[in-house]
């Protein structure tokens, strides 16, 4: 059973636009929320977390928003880059508990 | 620091050979986790490790996958027989204390079994 839904599978974004890439989880009990950034070829990396006593979290460029009554949270990558481009996947698990990780999406940014 | 190191990075094999893919941790982290990816499953936890002790195999889908963790710089995961289905990348990663916060994943072993 998947816990972590991701969406969308992939986006095509130009230069300077804006990458949003949602996911849903159903463990009410996921209190960790990590986002990882995958390049061809290599390990994920990762990108940015957040916890769900916020509801926003920014690094640079790229946003995480959290809701937790949805049991959602998002990634925003403002002002888009080519080096941007790469597979993101979201996770969600308990402290000290297993990650689970979404399908992943596939962000393409145009030159 | 080098990060985690994986060997080798592809492994072309015949069915029924057995597989052997190598790790070494970032050193000084207590963690070390072995995930499988492929398109239709996505990334999955097949086994971790603290202290080097396996904590939670559950994730292993057979009696064929083995992992081993002899010291705190050296893992084995194998696969024996290895079977079609087995073709994927698999990644090794670590993290320090904070069991899942923060994994450092390797670049990955690319294994295709014909």
């Known amino acids: 059973q998947q816990q972590v839904k991701q969406s969308p599978q992939s986006l095509i974004v130009q230069k300077g636009g804006i990458s949003i890439i949602n996911c849903a989880y159903e463990?009410?009990?996921?209190?960790?929320f990590p986002w990882y950034q995958q390049f061809p070829g290599k390990g994920p990396a990762l990108l940015i977390a957040?916890?769900?006593?916020?509801s926003e979290k920014k690094e640079g460029r790229f946003t995480i928003s959290f809701n937790k009554s949805a049991k959602q949270f998002s990634l925003h990558i403002m002002d888009s880059q080519p080096g941007d481009s790469a597979t993101y996947f979201c996770a969600a698990g308990q402290s000290w508990g297993k990650l689970q990780f979404g399908a992943g999406t596939q962000v393409v940014v145009t030159p | 620091d080098a990060g985690v190191i994986q060997s080798p990075r592809h492994e072309v094999t015949e069915m029924g050979q057995e597989v052997t893919l190598r790790c070494k941790p970032i050193?000084?982290?207590?963690?070390l986790f072995w995930y499988r990816q492929t398109m239709m499953r996505g990334l999955e936890l097949l086994i971790y490790f603290n202290n080097n002790v396996p904590i939670d195999d559950s994730g292993m889908p057979e009696d064929r996958f083995s992992a081993k963790m002899p010291n705190a710089s050296f893992s084995t995961l194998k696969i024996q027989p290895s079977e079609p289905r087995d073709s994927a990348v698999y990644f090794c990663?670590?993290?320090?204390?904070?069991?899942?916060?923060?994994?450092?994943f390797g670049s990955g072993t690319q294994l295709s079994v014909l």
């Open positions: 957040i916890r769900p006593d916020v």
């Open positions: 990663a670590s993290s320090i204390s904070g069991g899942f916060e923060k994994l450092f």
């Open positions: 463990n009410t009990a996921f209190d960790y």
């Open positions: 050193s000084g982290h207590d963690y």
